[in-house]
């Protein structure tokens, strides 16, 4: 009979071989399938005196040729390069929208400058004047524009970042429902390995890896529990807990992360630990070039805005009335932490300094008031000031705060703890308009103008003077400068008093915000005046000025132009979406090299199942002969009774 | 040995695909495009410079418009300048004939009538406009027409002192214009220094403009004028220079017609018969319009007496008027020179502008166009390597042992 079971034995192993090598065969292109083999043994001796007699063998299980190590770094690769290819698909929209040699700024902005030259030529003609301001208009337009853009894509990070946590969900769900049945197999199957349920758990695990890094640990029943962030739980055994999208407390146009845990409240998610994959890329795409490329860009129309309307300011219109504002500019925005206890009764505003234009960084700012102190931290480099009041900020060198922009609390002391943001150039493109709508109120003229009059008898002359300041403009009456010979000098009487100045050719003499240069020998007693730019039509003297801004390096602590603060922002958009580009070659090189190790290992090779498919056949075909004989051999037992 | 699993063959066969693929499409961009930056990404550094660069070419550009335009508005002040002056010579010309001793009263008449055409034709002239209907010398107030005034009368000058520039360069802001104050009214009367002038004289002394002989000996009367006063006794001639009623000491002599007569660092001379008590005046030279010495010509002429102090009156009259036209001639010369030279500049700035511009567009083009042959080349490698890969694809992907089975 021992044979028969023996054959019986051998024919069983040989069918779970072929089953085996089936399953394998018709998983071989499923995602995470790891491939199986039977481990067979030889079943129990039996002892006799002849010594112990085989009794044919035993297929112990059925396992997954498996290796932890390369699986688990492949996980790793992958959540690295999923965040790197999300960042990178994310900045080359910026890449392409700066870049455009046609749509970006640059064209724009020399488009504005040429409409201010072309104001130089014709300062009295309305058509010119019109294309300066229409060419203003464009200039807005375009920043308007641009900015759009910019924050269609913010809206666009924040619409999938609020996907992203519907898809870790899910997959948290699924997670927590296959450790259950995990649990459920394993004690059903007398501790076998439920090998597919296994392959799907790593299968979700890995998937949930490129929507955002995770860390794994094996709990003794053999559950995994998976923990994102710094150590805060996702799934607990059977138990998964929510991410949730929620607004940003400081900054409500920005959608952030909290995790509501199965028993308990919610927190919100510490977004600089929020790593890898998908949601990684997302968040660090966020905060590392989108927040940056908007100040930068904010920071060119701030600055425009400031530099423009101080010098328009300064000249006439058509209309012989001083300059007003030609760009509208706002304020600095400013948020309170949904946090602060006195949230709906302190308030934050700031304001632009008259140094704004080269002061302004493209970094946001944070305000926080604990014990007594107001500390502002620059995000960009965490770089602080702090001091008992706001208007007295200073530095670890007590070098004042002087970063374009000033704070004003609606009423100090604020509570303690609180908390507030300070975003000074993100509104900056979005905020500028045009605030001039008649061609003639562009102030193209100075509003003074200077007369060497006829009656002098010297040969000094006067030039065609600058100012400052408009505070003493209009003059209540023309400005005399007078000569006295025997003192050799000027003093200005008239509408303005002022001096005596000692003269000496080519010296500026200043007063009131009124500068003239008087060169030559004047003689005792001639006068220079300084009068009302009546009339003064044909005057481009501010025209040439405001012009002349284009090429100014007015910007960064005066060492930048316009162009060359956007240079600088599409070179940094540039050269951080190469790197990223080159970052996620690298991981995806990476996460290549971990698929071929995994599958080295665990994938399926056709001609090797083929070959198994053969073997088993064979040794199928083999235990059946071996029944065969036994039972030929019984049938001669029996013959013998015939 | 290394052990390959199905899915790798495929895996590998289709990443290599999509790379070759998109490496392909890149040059294909690249060639189609003529651009060798399509996102800043490619090359951030010439991405960023390209941009300055493009800048700085449209500053250029913008300059040689603004060169064009000061080129139009200095062309025309020109033209406008030597008309000017033809009328200058018209009026000169005129003047010199009227001091022909033998003209009739009709002859003066007629040279009296054309020089009040050259008068008009002048006023026209300084009153001029531009294309667009700008004053061309009424400074900044281009809409105030600068001139009004007729013979006899003070022209009046509306308009200001004022100089339109244009930025021709990055440093240069060219003066487009000059004022009709500068061009037609801020004429040194006399010699520049001083301005000699005659009283209600009986003699037939006559006084001429006098010149400088020191700069810097000259010293101004402290009352505003020099009196040089003649007395007749005896038959000698002798005179004396006052400063208002005080003798300057030194300046007195017995008189010799046309003999100089000295002042503080310059001299006068005086010709003919002074009678006694007959005086001149020596007044610093102010500036006097070019209108206003016309104005005064023609009155001279019409008003001109037959009486021997008449005479001598009409000498001096007629012979300052044709001093202070050839100081307005040389004034509006002076002015027309440095409309000339400007005009040259702005030529050289032309030449070095384009230049420029040229060294610009190479700059630009070096670092954004695609080098055509390598990309074709290119295009061409990666198209081989494309075909090998799906090649060899095919051919690793067709084995399979179940074909044997």
């Known amino acids: 009979m021992s044979i028969f079971s023996v054959g019986i034995s051998a024919l069983n192993a040989a069918q779970v071989g072929v089953q085996t090598a089936s399953h394998n065969i018709a998983n071989a292109s499923t995602a995470g399938y790891t491939r199986q083999q039977i481990i067979q043994t030889t079943a129990t001796p039996m002892f006799t005196g002849g010594g112990y007699v085989g009794q044919g063998t035993d297929v112990q299980t059925i396992q997954r040729v498996y290796n932890q190590y390369v699986n688990s770094q492949l996980m790793t690769a992958q959540t690295g390069a999923s965040e790197m290819d999300t960042y990178s698909t994310q900045i080359q929209q910026i890449d392409n929208l700066l870049g455009d040699p046609n749509a970006g700024l640059t064209p724009a902005l020399s488009a504005f400058f040429k409409g201010m030259q072309e104001l130089t030529a014709n300062p009295s003609s309305i058509s010119s004047r019109q294309a300066a301001l229409s060419a203003g208009q464009s200039l807005v337009s375009s920043f308007q524009s641009l900015n759009d853009q910019i924050t269609q894509i913010r809206d666009g990070v924040n619409q999938q970042i609020t996907d992203e946590v519907t898809n870790i969900n899910a997959l948290a769900t699924q997670l927590a429902d296959i450790n259950q049945r995990i649990i459920l197999a394993q004690a059903t199957g007398a ?54 999208a929620v607004q940003d407390s400081s900054d409500p146009r920005s959608t952030t992360l909290a995790l509501k845990a199965t028993y308990g409240s919610t927190m919100t998610l510490n977004e600089s630990l929020i790593t890898g994959g998908k949601l990684g890329g997302l968040l660090s795409f966020r905060s590392q070039s989108l927040d940056s490329a908007q100040n930068a860009l904010g920071r060119i129309a701030i600055s425009l805005g400031q530099n423009f309307n101080d010098i328009h300011k300064l000249g006439q219109d058509l209309t012989g009335t001083l300059g007003a504002d030609f760009f509208n500019m706002t304020t600095p925005a400013t948020y309170s932490s949904e ?54 900020l200073v530095d670890s060198s007590s070098q004042p705060f002087a970063e374009g922009f000033t704070l004003t609390l609606s009423s100090a002391p604020p509570a303690d703890g609180d908390m507030f943001k300070i975003e000074p150039t993100r509104n900056g493109a979005q905020d500028i308009s045009v605030l001039i709508t008649d061609p003639r109120n562009i102030a193209a003229a100075l509003p003074i103008r200077t007369v060497t009059p006829t009656t002098n008898t010297g040969t000094a002359k006067i030039d065609a003077g600058s100012i400052t300041s408009v505070a003493s403009m209009p003059l209540s009456s023309d400005v005399i400068l007078t000569y006295n010979g025997a003192t050799n000098q ?153 | 040995m290394i052990r390959i699993s199905t899915g790798m063959i495929y ?111 002048l006023l026209g002239i300084a009153n001029s406009t531009d294309g667009t209907g700008q004053y061309l010398f009424s400074g900044y107030m281009g809409d105030t027409k600068p001139f009004a005034g007729a013979v006899g009368g003070a022209m009046q000058y509306a308009g200001d002192d004022g100089q339109r520039t244009l930025q021709v360069s990055a440093t240069r802001h060219l003066e487009t214009s000059d004022s009709g104050l500068d061009i037609f009214q801020r004429i040194g009367n006399g010699n520049g220094t001083f301005t000699t002038d005659f009283g209600s004289n009986t003699g037939t002394g006559v006084i001429d403009g006098g010149t400088v002989t020191n700069p810097a000996a000259w010293s101004a009367p402290t009352s505003g004028s020099y009196t040089l006063r003649f007395t007749v006794s005896g038959g000698v001639t002798t005179y004396q220079v006052y400063d208002g009623a005080t003798a300057v000491a030194g300046l007195s002599g017995t008189y010799t017609s046309g003999q100089p007569i ?108 695609v080098d055509m042959t390598q990309a074709l080349s290119d295009l061409t490698r990666k198209q081989v390597e494309l075909e090998a890969a799906q090649k060899s694809f095919v051919a690793t992907s067709k084995l399979s042992l179940f074909d044997y089975l």
Request: charged share 15%; no cysteine; aromatic share 4%.
């Open chain 1, 490 to 642: 000027f003093s200005a009487s008239g509408g303005l008093t002022a001096g005596p100045f000692a003269y000496t050719a080519g010296q500026p003499i200043s007063f009131n915000g009124i500068t003239v240069t008087i060169t030559g020998n004047p003689a005792d007693g001639d006068t220079f005046l300084i009068q009302n730019n009546a009339n003064g039509v044909s005057d481009n003297r501010n025209a040439v000025a405001l012009g002349a801004l284009q090429t100014g390096k007015t910007m960064v602590g005066g060492t930048a132009s316009y162009a060359e603060a956007y240079a600088q922002l599409v070179s940094e958009v540039g050269n951080k979406a190469r790197q990223v580009q080159v970052a996620a070659d690298a991981q995806q090189a990476l996460a290549d090299q971990a698929q071929s190790a995994r599958d080295q290992v665990s994938g399926v090779n056709l001609d090797e199942e083929a070959a198994k498919l053969l073997q088993y056949q064979q040794a199928y075909q083999a235990a059946a002969k071996m029944i065969d004989i036994t039972s030929k051999l019984f049938d001669q037992i029996l013959a013998l009774n015939s």
């Open chain 2, 262 to 369: 000295a002042l503080p660092g310059s001299q006068v001379t005086v010709t003919g018969a002074p009678a006694n008590n007959d005086t001149f005046t020596i007044t610093p030279s102010s500036s006097q319009s070019v209108f206003d010495t016309i104005s005064n010509l023609i009155t001279a002429i019409e008003g001109a007496s037959t009486t021997p102090a008449g005479q001598a009156a009409y000498q001096m009259d007629v012979g300052g008027a044709i001093g202070g036209i050839d100081r307005a001639a040389g004034n509006i010369m002076r002015v027309d020179t440095a409309v000339g030279s400007r005009l040259a500049e702005i030529d050289s700035l032309a030449t070095a502008n384009s230049a420029v511009s040229l060294q610009y567009q190479q700059t630009l083009s070096n670092l954004q166009d």
């Open chain 2, 11 to 121: 895996d590998a066969g289709v990443r290599a695909i999509n790379e070759q693929t998109a490496a392909a499409l890149k040059i294909q961009q690249q060639a189609a495009s003529g651009r060798r930056i399509l996102t800043p990404s490619d090359d951030p550094v010439a991405a960023a410079r390209a941009l300055v660069v493009s800048q700085a070419a449209d500053v250029v550009t913008q300059y040689g418009a603004n060169q064009e335009n000061a080129k139009t508005a200095l062309s025309l002040e020109d033209t406008q300048l030597m008309n000017a002056n033809d009328v200058l010579g018209q009026v000169r010309d005129l003047a010199v004939k009227a001091l022909n001793g033998s003209l009739s009263a009709s002859d003066r008449q007629s040279i009296a009538t054309q020089l009040r055409a050259s008068y008009d034709q």
């Open chain 1, 191 to 244: 501790n076998q390995p439920p090998n597919d349920l296994l392959d799907q758990r790593d299968q979700i695990l890995t998937n949930l890896n490129k929507e955002v890094r995770t860390q794994t640990v094996q709990q003794s029943d053999g559950t995994f529990s998976v923990f994102i962030g710094n150590g805060q739980p996702l799934v607990v055994g059977s138990q998964a807990s929510q991410l949730q």
């Open chain 1, 339 to 392: 946090l602060n206890p006195d949230k709906t009764t302190v308030s934050l505003t700031a304001q632009f300094t008259s140094t704004a234009a080269s002061d302004l960084t493209t970094s946001d700012y944070q305000l926080i008031y604990k014990g007594g102190t107001y500390t502002v931290t620059r995000l960009s480099d965490n770089k602080t000031w702090s001091g008992g009041n706001l208007s007295s």
